[in-house]
């Protein structure tokens, strides 16, 4: 029998109600497994679009978000590290500001059905153990 507890496909993962993610407002933090490594990782909507990545900036690997759950800046249109201020394209995670202007965040899969948000893991962003 098939494990169905909000699940959906092979190794979906639930992140939260649709609902809970407000364009450009706060976003979902949960965590995934890098190697074997817990690595924060977040989920936002932008565009109408529910966009996941890793919680790390492309400059120096620290998370982004100044206060939990907060990674748009105050425009609402770019995320933004608040340790030194890079700002990012929410929809490709691409850098277009500040000290590692070109790189990129690390983008999860995320799909969006029936009123939920899943996050899909593969390589090499698994789901953490237990
Ligand atoms: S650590 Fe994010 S901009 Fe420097």
Same mark, same amino acid.
């Given at each position: 029998m098939p494990d169905m507890r909000g699940e959906r496909g092979a190794g979906a993962r639930r992140r939260? *109600? *649709?609902?809970?993610?407000a364009e450009g407002g706060g976003g979902v933090r949960f965590v995934v497994a890098v190697g074997g490594r817990p690595v924060s990782a977040f989920v936002v909507r932008f565009d109408g679009i529910a966009h996941g990545y890793?919680?790390?900036? +492309?400059?120096? $690997?620290?998370?982004?978000d100044w206060q939990e =759950?907060?990674?748009?800046?105050?425009? =609402?249109l770019y995320l933004m590290c +608040?340790?030194?201020g890079a700002i990012y +394209? $929410?929809?490709?995670?691409?850098?277009? =500001?500040?000290?590692?202007?070109?790189a990129s965040l690390s983008k999860l899969r995320i799909e969006e059905r029936d009123g939920n948000v899943y996050w899909l893991p593969e390589s090499p962003y698994e789901a953490p153990a237990g």
């Amino acid at each position: 029998m098939p494990d169905m507890r909000g699940e959906r496909g092979a190794g979906a993962r639930r992140r939260c *109600a *649709a609902d809970e993610l407000a364009e450009g407002g706060g976003g979902v933090r949960f965590v995934v497994a890098v190697g074997g490594r817990p690595v924060s990782a977040f989920v936002v909507r932008f565009d109408g679009i529910a966009h996941g990545y890793l919680n790390q900036c +492309a400059h120096v $690997p620290m998370e982004l978000d100044w206060q939990e =759950g907060q990674f748009f800046e105050s425009s =609402g249109l770019y995320l933004m590290c +608040a340790t030194h201020g890079a700002i990012y +394209a $929410p929809d490709s995670g691409l850098c277009v =500001g500040g000290p590692c202007r070109g790189a990129s965040l690390s983008k999860l899969r995320i799909e969006e059905r029936d009123g939920n948000v899943y996050w899909l893991p593969e390589s090499p962003y698994e789901a953490p153990a237990g």
